[in-house]
């Protein structure tokens, strides 16, 4: 189900697709049923936990904190974007007011920090970080107000940070996805082929935000127009593909990887998710793809759970040798 905004702000969103079918309700948030079975709960407590959702931009994590917020919760809560209020400045003055002050109704309060791994988490030397600061504040000030964090790079929050919160890995589910796609398609009455939409829209999840745009900018006279189009792979992806597939010196593959760290910010997640979709168009035979596959996917679930995420992308990539 969509949600159709207001006719004011529908006249605002006329031309931008993407915010004129931004999810207002819990119903229309695509997520997985674990997830929003303990949204619900949170919501018959009337409290959440603190809580970190993280995972690739565009997946619904910031929509998802408003919605807590303005519907499950019904409270009051302070915004902040970490890329552009990153000061511990911030925090000692702008958060620690809001959170030490009882609400109005007698709810709890949420502080939601966007972004906040633009937060800074290193201190200058005459002070702490942005981050150190915070982590008193979620201790102090808990019985009245609680934080929705939200990160496109867990590797970016500080641990004490991330001790302190229940963290979600927010992925929409492929199905969902694509047929949030489609309901967007149908509410614009757009023509479409049904056997071209699914591999159409997969290739830009889980930014679902991307693929709404996408299907935006490739809507020509009321049809979507499809054109097929290589799929640009990062080149440290097709290198370190490359080496395995040579079987290059193993002590060197961990050096171009770590070296190009930047390429994909140090996100061992996003390395090697982007070298599953890599693989899974490779011209190699069948019985290889398959066991790369299964080493890249366990080594994907491997990630939420290691403290070292370097040494488990090392390790799953030396398992492909």
């Not at 633009?118 to 504040?137: C, E, H, K, T, Y």
């Not at 694509?178 to 479409?192: G, S």
């Not at 370190?240 to 040579?246: C, E, M, V």
């Amino acid at each position: 189900m969509l949600v159709f905004i207001p006719m004011n702000k529908i006249d605002q969103y006329k031309n931008l697709w993407i915010e004129k079918y931004r999810p207002k309700k819990l119903d229309d948030l695509v997520l997985d049923s674990k997830l929003r079975n303990d949204i619900l709960k949170w919501g018959e407590a009337g409290e959440i936990p603190h809580l970190l959702f993280y995972g690739n931009a565009g997946g619904g994590k910031s929509t998802l904190a408003k919605v807590i917020v303005n519907e499950v919760l019904d409270c009051q809560y302070l915004y902040i974007n970490g890329s552009e209020q990153s000061g511990v400045d911030v925090v000692r003055g702008l958060i620690i007011d809001f959170a030490e002050r009882k609400s109005i109704d007698g709810k709890l309060k949420v502080v939601i920090i966007d972004e906040c791994e633009g937060m800074s988490s290193v201190g200058s030397g005459s002070g702490s970080s942005a981050q150190q600061a915070m982590r008193n504040v979620m201790e102090e000030h808990s019985h009245l107000a609680r934080f929705i964090l939200t990160s496109n790079y867990l590797n970016k929050i500080i641990d004490p940070i991330e001790s302190r919160c229940i963290a979600y890995h927010i992925v929409p589910p492929m199905k969902g996805f694509i047929l949030r796609c489609i309901e967007v398609l149908d509410a614009e009455k757009v023509e479409y082929r049904k056997p071209e939409i699914i591999s159409y829209v997969k290739q830009y999840y889980p930014d679902l935000r991307k693929a709404v745009n996408a299907i935006q900018r490739d809507t020509l006279d009321g049809k979507l127009v499809i054109t097929k189009k290589k799929v640009e792979h990062k080149k440290i992806v097709v290198d370190l593909f490359k080496h395995i597939l040579q079987k290059k010196d193993t002590h060197a593959l961990r050096t171009l990887m770590i070296e190009n760290g930047s390429k994909f910010s140090n996100d061992y997640r996003e390395l090697l998710s982007d070298m599953f979709n890599y693989v899974e168009t490779c011209n190699v035979t069948d019985d290889v793809k398959r066991n790369y596959l299964i080493e890249l996917s366990s080594g994907l679930h491997k990630h939420e759970m290691v403290a070292d995420k370097e040494i488990n992308a090392y390790a799953t990539l030396l398992r492909m040798y």
